[in-house]
């Protein structure tokens, strides 16, 4: 046991007093006349014993009361067996969580102002020379240093709300190195946060104390819009597409004929009602039609209240007018290709013979054929591995009976396999490789006996290592027949034979249409629809090629500043680095110029499941000895953490004890006759 104020204890010399009247107490002695004093001599032993028992209980009430009313003003308590603190200096660091999730309200009050003000009461009960950090999710500068309390106080009344999350593991880090700093012993750390169980686990240090302080809100139901994607890899102008939203419900109530909302650039484009069990979700899907180019906003809308900063959610997205497909053929164009291609409405599609060749033709395509040519002249080779080094996809159909060594000189450029010959021997395939991106996701089931192509006539390609070749179709002789070869930013597809069906039956199979398609689509790169604000992923745009030191810059509501920048191939690499608080659009571009991509930003959805740990569930997960938890679930937070670094408090007894002592000596006069 201590005390608070020792001092006090000195008080103790009064306990004298009452000793030495009990000493001194000289009575005035009555004479009282006896007819018969037989038996007075016995009467008064008898009479003398009682009154010095009751003199010295009397004594003893007395003396107590006294000192436990000392004891009071003392201050005494039992120090927490859990923080180790001993005497001198205190270095406290105090975690104040400013998450979206501690909005929520417990007894008519916010949890974040229930923390901010147990924050204060901990610092006002700590002494004027002990050193404090305060500490967010925010992670800002001025937060990592030790201050001393006024201006930790004052710091405290600044802190807002903030999208950032962080985990437990990052806090105590933050704290640990704020501490360990300093070589004092008295290292102390308190969190005050809801504890939502997707912060992880702590991650603590035997030197530090830690005092978890669990803040607990009134129960509540929360829906929120999750997750978002198209169905369709790319974005058509004038086609029906179709968003695929989901809806979670985290809260222990259902939600019922709720509704969602589709607004495209301003306008509301679709919306459907909508219901959700408790700790469930459901998918929802949007259908509309797309009708304008380029860039488009899209926003997602449900209704929740008391918490909504997760009720929309926004998507910016690149809407193409067609797909462009460029062939060359030797001296007319294809008629698999034509089929394929012309005069369908989503493509572009051009077919010119070699002859007429013009670099310039290959930029803006998605998808380049090189189609039956006998040679491939060294300025279209030269083309085409610029094209694809920066980006394109080129598909390569051989013609019968070709230069193999124009084609050698083109593929080794390109870092592909070479043609080593050719073979009439008639094969099957021996399989689809459905994990290549041109498969996934195009068939809904495999038949186990699957019809695929036969192969009549096909070159043959050696099988170097040093080459990253991606197998698509194999023969059963374990030759490649159509294969993709990563170069620079693109990719260059090789076909064993030409599309012709003297050569295989490939032209006119099923999976044909499907493996050209998703060649141009693929090339395609629409970017990610939108991003979490906080996330560690950098944000991709296209890399242009301009004179002078031009940097991009992000630009919103209020807000304008230089991302970092990383430049790969032909993508630019944008970090946010945490610049941006609020959810919404931004235009990405360069300095000075019209063309800007745009930029989709949403809150952390880890903020919206609202599964917490309460004190209970903390004190099982952290049984050591420098951890301590504190229920404030019950009790104003206020008034429990004022008293947490003096342990339990015994003051309140001692003053029970004076009055209980100071009633035995009023009894023991009043009530005891002798």
Not at 68 to 75: E, S, T
Not at 115 to 123: D, N, R, S, T
Not at 230 to 237: I, K
Not at 646 to 654: A, N
Request: proline fraction near 3%.
């Amino acid at each position: 046991m201590q005390f608070v104020f020792p001092l006090f204890l000195f008080a103790l010399a009064a306990l004298a007093v009452p000793i030495i009247v009990h000493l001194f107490n000289f009575r005035r002695y009555k004479t009282v006349y006896f007819s018969n004093v037989q038996f007075l001599r016995e009467v008064k032993q008898e009479t003398s014993s009682r009154s010095k028992l009751k003199h010295l209980l009397v004594l003893a009430s007395r003396l107590l009361a006294l000192a436990f009313l000392v004891f009071a003003f003392a201050q005494p308590f039992i120090p927490n067996k859990h923080n180790g603190v001993t005497t001198g200096r205190k270095y406290v660091s105090i975690y104040i969580d400013n998450s979206f999730s501690m909005n929520a309200v417990s007894d008519g009050r916010s949890l974040f102002d229930k923390a901010k003000l147990a924050a204060k009461e901990i610092a006002r009960n700590y002494s004027a020379d002990d050193q404090f950090q305060l500490l967010s999710n925010d992670f800002e500068g001025k937060h990592q240093r030790l201050t001393g309390k006024e201006e930790f106080i004052s710091m405290i009344d600044e802190l807002e709300i903030s999208p950032a999350v962080r985990s437990l593991s990052e806090i105590t880090k933050r704290q640990k190195d704020a501490l360990s700093r300093e070589n004092g012993k008295n290292q102390i750390a308190y969190l005050l946060s809801d504890f939502q169980k997707n912060m992880g686990a702590l991650s603590v240090d035997s030197a530090v104390a830690y005092n978890l302080i669990p803040l607990a809100a009134d129960a509540q139901a929360n829906v929120y819009i999750d997750t978002v994607w198209f169905n369709e890899p790319v974005q058509l102008l004038n086609q029906q597409t179709q968003l695929i939203v989901k809806i979670s419900n985290s809260g222990e109530k259902a939600i019922e004929n709720n509704r969602i909302v589709l607004k495209l650039n301003n306008q509301t484009k679709a919306m459907a009602d909508f219901s959700v069990e408790p700790n469930s979700y459901i998918y929802d899907t949007m259908t509309f039609v797309l009708n304008q180019p380029n860039w488009n906003k899209a926003e997602l809308q449900v209704q929740d209240f008391p918490i909504t900063y997760d009720d929309n959610y926004f998507l910016a997205f690149n809407v193409i007018e067609k797909i462009k497909v460029l062939a060359f053929s030797e001296n007319k164009s294809n008629q698999f290709l034509d089929a394929l291609f012309k005069n369908q409405a989503e493509f572009d599609y051009t077919s010119t013979l070699v002859s007429a060749f013009d670099a310039n033709a290959l930029k803006g395509n998605q998808l380049v054929i090189i189609d039956n040519l006998k040679n491939i002249p060294a300025s279209l080779a030269a083309a085409v591995n610029a094209y694809v080094t920066d980006g394109g996809a080129v598909a390569v159909f051989p013609a019968a009976q070709c230069d193999m060594e124009s084609y050698n000189r083109f593929l080794n450029n390109l870092q592909a396999n070479s043609i080593t010959g050719f073979s009439e021997t008639q094969q099957d395939l021996a399989g689809i490789n459905l994990q290549q991106n041109i498969f996934k996701d195009v068939f809904e089931r495999i038949p186990e006996n699957m019809n695929l192509p036969r192969i009549k006539k096909y070159y043959q390609f050696t099988r170097s290592t040093a080459s990253n070749e991606e197998a698509i179709l194999t023969l059963k002789d374990g030759n490649s027949f159509f294969s993709r070869y990563p170069h620079g930013s693109g990719s260059l597809y090789i076909c064993g034979s030409p599309l012709d069906q003297n050569f295989s039956d490939l032209p006119v199979h099923a999976i044909f249409v499907p493996m050209l398609y998703k060649m141009a689509v693929l090339n395609i790169r629409s970017g990610n629809i939108s991003y979490f604000i906080g996330d560690k992923t950098r944000v991709e745009v296209d890399a242009k090629k301009v004179s002078g030191e031009k940097v991009y810059k992000i630009k919103g509501d209020n807000v304008e500043f230089i991302p970092e920048q990383l430049a790969v191939g032909n993508k630019m690499l944008l970090g946010l680095n945490e610049q941006i608080k609020k959810s919404g659009f931004y235009n990405v571009g360069l300095e000075n110029s019209d063309s800007t991509n745009l930029l989709a930003l949403n809150f952390d959805r880890k903020e919206s499941d609202m599964k917490f740990q309460n004190a209970s569930q903390l004190k099982e997960q952290y049984p050591q000895l420098n951890i301590n938890v504190v229920n404030g679930a019950n009790a104003e937070v206020a008034s429990v953490v004022k008293e947490l670094d003096r342990g339990t408090p015994l003051w309140k007894l001692c003053l029970m004890l004076t009055l209980l002592f100071l009633a035995i000596e009023i009894a023991l006069l009043r009530f005891w006759k002798v």
